[in-house]
């Protein structure tokens, strides 16, 4: 009797304080928007854009500003997140159907094995759909199919341009119903409706922590001015890009893609400028949406305990360097806003330190205070976060399908285009737009080849074959 007592007692003191650890853990919001510049928060430098919701994170929290996509393309963009892996682990270089490797454990499967609620809202891009990939329910869900457009219909938007981009997309309800009056394709509320799915989950009380993914649509294209924004922000208010061209001097591997026929060759002035005024104001929009989820945890007494974490999946050229899309190794498109804030989060700090999408994945673990699965190839960012360590990366890596390669240091930064067996190297330090190719320059051939090597030297540790088949 006495014994089973003591086994009871015992069991009992083991369940409370296992009640007591999953209270003691961070909730965890992660916002991920599409397409989204690193250069399009007011506080990190931007004198045009308005953005107080984001402006507030980077002042409560620390903002890596060399945080790198390494494949800047939505869907593998987005399985490097899931997966803690480079695209070259987890089986996803580009939009043709891969699926990311079943044996990795995704990063909502452990979050809900370390006693999380996992919930999904907004756009869904990779194979199967979040409940199959590790998330409980989903609210807010944007997909693929389920609306009206014919196969050959040409549907315009703004400035009768035909829509490309999220045909047929519409919302459906956790159990599968399209949502139809939420509209078919993006339409100047999608983000808002994204927002209200995540309001949905935000507002329940539970005994358990959260991990809500957040993925918005914008400021992807169609671009469209949401409700009473079109007046804030017009073409004789922007400025176009320090690195505008007409046309990219070469064919960097991506000239027929859909991206790149967004606007017309060569690029205009106006062209570009009357693109960002609205692509301002779909970013400052998110940053609404951004807000309105920020006070629902602050009406709630839980943004305290929320570790808030707002990047993108890749940025976005709009004319600079004479591209529109982000399919290339440019800074612009390669690199992501990137802000941690949170509960031990040193507030209003900003680190040059490299770190890439994927390194999300170990950073939530370690922050939630769960085990990294061995799967994850991924380094976590706490050391950083905590003053241990000021870099755990010495260089950044980037790719694009079989037709681009980037390796990059603290100052210097080498790309290889191996279908056309060109090389570009930029000074970055005497040269951030990245404008003058010094490849050639006899003075820079020891760095070049240096870089090279280095380059080579990763890709073959990923099983990249590239320079095998080049």
Known sequence: MKTSKRFLGLSFTLFLLMALDVRSKPNVLLIVTDDQRPDTIASLGNKVIETPNLD????????FEQATCASPL?????????SGCSGFRNGVLGMGGERIDPKLTLLPTTMTAGGYHAWYSGKWMNDGKPKTRGYEETGGLFSGGGGNWKRDEVVRG??????????NWTFKTDSGTVELEKGVGLTALTDKHIADGALQFLKRKTDKPFFLHVNFTGPHDPLIYPPGYKDKYTSAKMKLPGNFMPRHPFDHGNFDSRDERLLPWPRTKADVLDELAVYYAVVDHIDR???RMLAQLRADERLANTVVVFTSDHGLAVGSHGLMGKQNMYAHSIRVPFIISGPDIPRGRRTDAFCYLRDLYPTTCELAGIAIPKTVRARSLKPILTGQAEAVHELAFGYFRDVQRMVRDDRWKLVWYPTIQKTQLFDLQNDHLERHNLAEAPIHRVRREYLRERLRAWLTSQGDSVFVKK
């Open 289 to 291: 949406q951004v807000g």
């Open 74 to 82: 939505c869907v593998p963009s987005r399985a490097e997140i899931l």
């Open 56 to 63: 507030r994170l980077v002042k409560q929290g620390t903002t």
């Open 158 to 167: 703004r400035k009768g341009r035909p829509i490309t981009g999220y045909r």
